[in-house]
């Protein structure tokens, strides 16, 4: 069965940054996204919380492109700013064609 | 120490879809699986809701062979009807006897 | 833009492991982690419940050097008596010298 090798961009931030994250994903052109509560600690001072929601994890396959372009502006608007994890995952995706 | 590399299917879906995904991943001969609840927006038309747990991500350590024919059966008879995103990422697993 | 090379350790566990899985993984060097709620049921007996948060899925990015010590007390201290699952996967990390 035909499968495309796709970026899968995974973002954990602040729950409170989650309607701009995903604004900046679609700005930055991917076709969707799929998030997760999420909590927790570390160096880039997530904190974690009282409530499993306090964080978000949200994740894009998307074009290497547009990976590369949302990684781009993540790293110099959010980096300097927030506490925010960005991480790539090279997937295989059924149907690839429709995140391109 | 030991690790075996062995494909883990990510799968997206509304949470209607649970227990027959559930039932697919068993019936393809996979031994396990992790589920989180999660929302989204995209492409394939998994609408992003009020509530957190309207979609569910479903994950999967197979064997090479499961996981073709889990894929193989969910582009078949899932994605010509449901919003559905799957894909597959290569990774080392501790004990991964226990999985095949 | 520059990213790292790293492993990312996933564990999934009963939810009653959470503090000490977190004390292991900070204990092997780790800088960070994130949790999300989970239930699966599998071959290694993590049970599926009636709540979406009786299990956890723990991610951690590391150095080469954390990751290897921490599945290797994973395997030696936890195997044996628990139900937990542990892989790890090679992902590309934006400011990856945060977590190492």
Known sequence: MHTSELPLVTIVAEAVLRERLIEEIR???ATGYTIVPAEGDGSRHIRAGDRA???VRIETITSPQVADLL?????QDYFPHFAIIVFVTQVQVVRGDKYV
Do not use: V, Y
């Not at 990684?71 to 790293?75: M, N, Y």
């Open 27 to 29: 700005r930055a052109g």
């Open 53 to 55: 929601d306090e964080n």
């Open 71 to 75: 990684l781009s502006r993540l790293a």
